[in-house]
């Protein structure tokens, strides 16, 4: 090989360094998020649900701090459960409105502090554009629902439930409902934009703007 063919001894030791450099930069920006690792799917959330969604960031403070707003909406994950005395409901069953899909149990003490905030929330907003979604997620004495929405004055909200333990497990398995109660804000899309891990004033001004922008998204 002639010494035009061969690249200069400092090239050829340079070479692989770049090269070691430039693989660590894509497995950095996998880690975090720049780069999509292979086989992960993009979002199929609409543009408006992106747009709805930084709209909705700036209400997370006040009463609405603990709100989590997506930086990429993403399909709801389809949880199942019943209305009282109903047939098997998703929420793809709710599309077409915007919802706030709450898991709950009688033994949870926040659960119970939020709970009536929640019922003022559908009272004051829900309708055909909007519904809170309340989920019983109790699997053992059941008969405590009832009595439980009863003592906190619960009126407005439809009663809906999962006693398997299914819902809770697969929002568990997805890295939400660490713990309980936990809300998604789900659009019209069926897409998640938001998400409070905790309870929150359902019925504070915060939340009502809240529901407002969901409602006009």
Known sequence: MTNI?????????????FGALAAAVVAGAVLYGTVAPAGKAASDCPADSAKLAARLAPLAKGELAALHVASEPRRAIQVAFKRDGGAKLTVADFKGRPILLNLWATWCIPCRAEMPALDRLQAAKGGPGFEVVAVNVDTARLERRAAFLDSVGVKSLTRYADPSGDAFQTLHNDGKALGLPVTLVIDKNGCE?????GGAKWDSAEAQALVETLKGG
């Open 193 to 197: 934009v938001g998400a409070v891990e």
């Open 5 to 17: 063919d061969r690249p200069p001894r400092r090239r050829r030791i340079l070479l692989p360094i």
